[in-house]
């Protein structure tokens, strides 16, 4: 038996909860909320890439549509594109079941990932503990904050001349002259 995807995702607009766009998919991702995340075609390779490893760490199903943005906007009834959804709340659609019922020959993943540990021997090795995906992804954010805010930091010193060194000293370099 095969579910009518287009359908399916009305139904869970109309009867359910879902919110529309990346930024929105991306903020309730991280938070661990939703039940799907559905990006349309043409959307940008680096958000549906980014959207899907986030729902990946999340064990949030991620369905990638065979059709456009405005396909998608007009299937929820909206006058714009739609880029991606997250159902927060299916309501009385079988949306859940969509990645499940998919030809094989279509885009879809709906693997979960576990989470990285490090068995025990009796050698002593440490074990790693298993954390929420919340945890993970803010780790990685705190991560990649930090590298920009070191390459800010050297680029300042490139433009001014001046070496930045620990409680507020400063010393100056050579600077090359610009012509």
Do not use: H, W
């Not at 559905?38 to 199903?61: D, M, T």
């Not at 059709?67 to 909206?78: M, P, W």
């Not at 880029?83 to 709906?110: A, C, H, Y």
């Amino acid at each position: 038996m095969t579910i009518d995807t287009a359908k399916e995702i009305r139904r869970a607009v109309d009867t359910g909860k879902v919110v529309f766009g990346f930024r929105q998919t991306e903020k309730n991702v991280l938070k661990g909320k939703g039940q799907i995340v559905i990006v349309s075609r043409n959307c940008p390779q680096r958000l549906s890439e980014k959207i899907q490893y986030l729902s990946q760490i999340a064990g949030i199903p991620f369905f990638e549509l065979e059709r456009n943005a405005l396909y998608l906007g007009s299937i929820c009834g909206k006058p714009f594109l739609v880029s991606s959804l997250l159902v927060l709340d299916k309501g009385k659609s079988k949306v859940l079941e969509i990645p499940k019922d998919t030809p094989p020959g279509s885009k879809r993943t709906q693997k979960k990932r576990k989470p990285i540990t490090k068995k025990t021997s009796k050698k002593g090795k440490t074990k790693k503990k298993k954390q929420p995906a919340t945890k993970k992804i803010r780790e990685k954010i705190s991560q990649k904050k930090s590298k920009k805010a070191t390459q800010k930091q050297k680029r300042k010193t490139k433009k001014t001349g001046k070496k930045i060194i620990k409680k507020g000293k400063t010393k100056k370099t050579k600077t090359k002259k610009r012509r």
